[in-house]
């Protein structure tokens, strides 16, 4: 019971390693470099602002199959997006995943990933975005590139939180000359702290903040690379809500079953009391047309 209390805690995990009991909970042999308390250690210490790479998390058939449900850089499964600030390409929805695609992001967003996701980084309650909304697979070509900027705070779909982002990338054989590097900045944008290669099977997991800027090199003309990625967002609910219990009408607007009432219900032929019934909502549309004077009709 302390166990389960624990890993839906709000703020996290505990010093107690559950590693163990939460990847026997996942449908997916993940493979952790590290244990689960050492992880979270580990991404609260990140500089310039909290982060994990994990290399080799997911079995590698994994995420081959997923590689090979990208669709062609043609296909209209994309949406592509082009201004001075950036050149990429995302999938259009969450519907034109593939079958794999479609199991891999079941998984994702499974309860016992969440977990997963808790223990790692500390932030609770975690919800996913069965939607992808600005998730599944990402794209930059030649040229492509993402300037110095923070994510969005809010889902534009569903309107929660965004806490954490997390990107799996999909490039075999994948060169420094090649450009494509993440860029992790300080929190004045005006230093890049870190750089990260964005090789097969390398995962980034990153918390969502206002002052947590990135940026994403641009990726280098003449070797025909193709910068492949899959991405999910995991949220919160805003911590502005006010939370309240069920809101009920007015009085007026109830249907109210007085005595009387039960005991024509329980003696009137069936037909009788459906006409009687019919009659009542007719002169109540007739009043509502007409603002006329009401009439009661009791039943």
């Keep these: 019971m302390h166990e389960k209390k624990a890993l839906h805690g709000g703020n996290g995990a505990s010093k107690v390693d559950r590693t163990s009991a939460v990847l026997s909970f996942l449908r997916c042999n993940l493979s952790p470099p590290k244990s689960l308390p050492d992880l979270l250690n580990d991404y609260r210490c990140a500089s310039p602002f909290p982060h994990l790479v994990l290399d080799n998390l997911f079995p590698s058939e994994e995420l081959e199959l997923l ?14 997006e082009k201004n001075d600030r950036f050149i990429k390409s995302n999938l259009r929805s969450a519907v034109y995943l593939g079958a794999h695609g479609y199991s891999f992001t079941s998984m994702l967003h499974s309860a016992a990933f969440l977990y997963f ?3 790692m980084t500390g932030v609770g309650a975690l919800l996913p975005d069965p939607y992808l909304s600005g998730g599944g697979y990402h794209l930059m070509q030649e040229g492509g590139k993402f300037e110095v900027h923070a994510d969005t705070n809010t889902d534009s779909y569903c309107g929660l939180h965004r806490r954490l982002a997390m990107l799996i990338y999909l490039n075999k054989g994948w060169k420094s000359e090649y450009g494509g590097q993440l860029e992790l900045w300080n929190q004045s944008a005006t230093q890049c702290e870190k750089a990260i290669e964005p090789i097969f099977n390398r995962t980034v997991i990153f918390e969502i903040s206002d002052v947590n800027f990135h940026a994403v090199r641009p990726v280098a003309a003449g070797f025909g690379a193709r910068r492949e990625l899959f991405a999910a967002y995991f949220h919160t609910v805003s911590q502005n809500l006010v ?17 009387m009432r039960r005991v024509m219900r329980q003696t009137m032929p069936p037909f009788l009391w459906g006409a009687l019934k019919r009659l ?3 002169k109540k549309d007739r009043r509502a047309l007409s603002h006329e004077r009401p009439v009661k009709l009791s039943i």
């Design 67 to 80: 590689k090979s449900e990208i669709p062609s850089g043609s296909s209209e499964n994309w949406v592509n």
């Design 117 to 119: 996701l808790t223990e």
């Design 243 to 259: 939370p309240h219990n069920s809101i009920y009408a007015p009085s007026i607007y109830r249907d109210i079953d007085t005595p």
């Design 280 to 282: 009542k909502h007719l």
